[in-house]
């Protein structure tokens, strides 16, 4: 496993930063295969990332979009994570509709899980109890150290046995549909966008502190992913060495 982090002046700069980045892991897989595969976070800074993906100019048309984690609601729900790739990359990308991966989550939790799942499985042709291995998986942290909708002691922490499940999350009141830790681990790049004062103390803690996953789940991303790159703005770098 291999772990750079990048500090820039602000949430913008990080954000079009990690854009090149990803843009550029993708021309590195598309150049040796048909198609790339990226998976998406949401949130604000990811908003400013999606504009940085959006005006770039890329041909999207060999890219499959995925997204690690939703909020069990509608897709023109304003909280939906699909909404928000769609306003701000899908629309004004061009990106194909035929390549967009989408969780159907204004369906039953479980059902949504189950059916983003066999299209996993389907797009991917995996064997039984394979994992997928995304290109690329994009992912930030929240306050409290969770990644993905994977929060501090949920049990689907430590289940690798699936790829994706329905999470209750109690301090939202909310479910989410979510990757588990078997495919955020086996990606082949893992982007981590991260900024703001609130994220500070947090970062300090995962990257410093010994490790516990179950506390911090953003943990998996030090310990137990392959190629991490932490792009961070100074506001949440700043009580790093």
């Known amino acids: 496993m291999s772990i750079h982090s990048y500090i ?6 990080a954000s079009a930063a990690c854009a090149i980045k990803i843009l550029s892991l993708l021309e590195t897989t598309l150049a040796g295969f048909p198609v790339a595969t990226l998976a998406i976070s949401g949130g604000s800074t990811p908003k400013l990332l ?5 005006k770039a100019g890329f041909d999207w048309n060999r890219v499959h979009l995925f997204w690690v984690d939703e909020r069990a609601v509608p897709p023109n729900d304003p909280q939906s994570n699909f909404k928000l790739a769609k ?4 629309d004004p990308a061009g990106f194909p509709a035929s390549n967009v991966h989408r969780i159907q989550a204004e369906l ?3 059902t949504a899980a189950r059916l983003y799942t ?7 042709r995996l064997a039984p109890g394979a994992f997928p291995h995304f290109d690329i998986i994009h992912r930030g942290m929240g306050p409290d150290a969770h ?13 690798h046995d699936n790829l994706v499940a329905a999470t209750y999350v109690e301090k939202f009141h909310q479910w989410r549909i979510t990757l588990l830790p078997g495919v955020l681990e086996a990606a082949r790049n893992t982007i981590m966008l991260v900024a703001g004062e609130d994220k500070a103390e947090p970062l300090r803690t995962v990257l410093h502190e ?3 996953r179950q506390k911090y789940p953003v943990q998996m991303a030090t310990h137990d ?3 991490v790159l932490w792009f961070l703005d100074k506001a949440a770098a700043r009580l790093l060495d």
Do not use: M, R, V
């Not at 820039?8 to 700069?13: I, K």
């Not at 990644?147 to 289940?159: K, W, Y």
């Open 210 to 212: 010994p490790y516990d």
């Open 8 to 13: 820039y002046d602000d949430a913008q700069q």
């Open 50 to 54: 999606f504009g940085e993906l959006a």
């Open 108 to 110: 039953e939790p479980e």
């Open 225 to 227: 992913g392959q190629n």
């Open 147 to 159: 990644t993905a909708s994977l929060f501090p002691g949920d049990p689907l922490i430590d289940n």
């Open 87 to 90: 306003e701000h990359l899908i």
């Open 118 to 124: 066999e299209d996993i499985h389907k797009f991917f």
